[in-house]
């Protein structure tokens, strides 16, 4: 045998002798490994909390070599300081971990009341038959900030009429670190009422969170008529310990209030077809505020002129009156009878104030006596034509 063949044998029986093995490797290389460890992990392993504050930590497991109970603990806890592992709302000590799904457990740290505030670092610790996991936490402890209200309003002061209802918008705010049930009262001068309102509805009580605010609207509104003047109004916020005050002011101003009548308060009067007739009218200012640029105007039938002098009266003072002639010209063709004439007055700013006169149309005397005349000459012609046909 050559020296080529000789080394082409030997290759084939390492071949041979090392086949059997490659096999083995290569099954074995098919079977999965699992290969993941055991961890312990939550989303946020840094916290802030306010001194008397309890905390609670959401824990998840997951992973391992295989199924397994872990044992849970702590390490370099603060001194004081109460921990409890807590799941299906039970303290427990350990949880089972498979490795194909997560196990949740929550711990809860109850912090003593002298705590002071500083950062605090404790390690949550995960034991399993072989592995271990561990989960460093922080708590950063606060001073916490005593329960405070304050009242913010852009437009404290409010200008209306006596029956205007005045509206505040305002924020009621909370400065301190817990929540408060806050009650709302009001002091305000006699015959005032005053609401609270939130989103619309009348409230007396609203919860407002902790470094929170609600926005509140105050309404007043004066129950009967009240002279002009400024009317402060406080609004008080009582919540615990926490109170804030709020000083509000309404100013009336007075309101004209005007009148239409007559001097001997007669709505009535007589006028001639086709003649002019005044009437005196007397324009009361029965308000506490002047009456200006009081604009004067009519409805009357069809035909009808209707004059007024002045046809604008520059002011009418509070608990004054002037006096206005109107002229009123009936058409010539109007028929006797009695007609309504509406008139109207208007302040400057304000609304139309009128009154219906009934006006009675008398046609003319000479117009009567000529239809007497006819009348009577008709009854002449007829008696004389019965006498003379009569005879025969």
């Not at 900030?145 to 209802?165: H, K, V």
């Not at 406080?234 to 309101?255: F, R, S």
């Not at 002045?310 to 009936?330: I, M, N």
Request: glycine share 8%; no cysteine.
């Amino acid at each position: 045998m050559s020296r080529w063949n000789r080394i082409i044998a030997l290759g084939v029986t390492l071949l041979l002798l090392l086949s059997p093995v490659t096999s083995v490797l290569a099954q074995e290389g098919d079977q999965p490994q699992n290969n993941k460890s055991l961890t312990i992990f939550t989303q946020y392993p840094v916290q802030e909390a306010a001194v008397g504050e309890n905390v609670t930590f959401n824990l998840t497991l997951q992973g391992g070599a295989s199924a397994q109970v872990v044992r849970l603990d702590l390490q370099n806890l603060p001194e004081g300081w109460t921990a409890t592992f807590r799941g299906g709302g039970k303290v427990v000590r350990a949880a089972y971990v498979n490795p194909d799904n997560t196990t949740s457990v929550d711990l809860r740290i109850e912090l003593p009341k002298e705590v002071k505030a500083d950062t605090y670092r404790f390690t949550v610790v995960a034991r399993g038959e072989k592995e271990r996991a561990e989960l460093p936490i922080e708590l950063i402890i606060k001073e916490k900030l005593p329960p405070s209200l304050e009242f913010e309003i852009e437009l404290p002061t409010l200008r209306g009429t006596t029956d205007t209802t005045f509206r505040y918008s305002t924020t009621l705010r909370n400065r301190g670190d817990e929540d408060l049930s806050v009650n709302l009262l009001a002091e305000a001068p006699e015959n005032f009422q005053v609401l609270f309102k939130l989103t619309g509805q009348e409230v007396t009580n609203i919860p407002v969170p902790a470094n929170g605010s609600k926005r509140l609207d105050v309404e007043a509104k004066a129950l009967v008529e009240v002279p002009a003047g400024t009317y402060p109004i406080k609004v008080i916020a009582q919540g615990g310990e926490a109170k804030a005050e709020l000083a509000l002011v309404a100013e009336v101003v007075g309101k004209s209030d005007l009148t239409l009548t007559t001097p001997d308060g007669r709505l009535s009067g007589d006028a001639h077809a086709g003649e002019e007739t005044s009437l005196k009218l007397i324009l009361r200012n029965s308000g506490t505020a002047p009456a200006r640029k009081v604009e004067l105007s009519a409805s009357q039938p069809s035909g009808w002129s209707v004059e007024f002098d002045p046809k604008e009266v520059a002011e009418v003072p509070a608990d004054q009156q002037v006096e206005v002639t109107v002229k009123l010209r009936p058409p010539e063709k109007a028929i006797a009878g009695d007609y309504m004439v509406t008139l109207r007055a208007r302040p400057e700013g304000g609304s139309y104030e009128s009154a219906e006169f009934r006006i009675t149309v008398r046609t003319s005397t000479l117009w009567g006596v000529v239809g007497v005349g006819l009348i009577a000459v008709a009854v002449l012609v007829v008696g004389l034509a019965v006498m003379r046909f009569g005879r025969r």
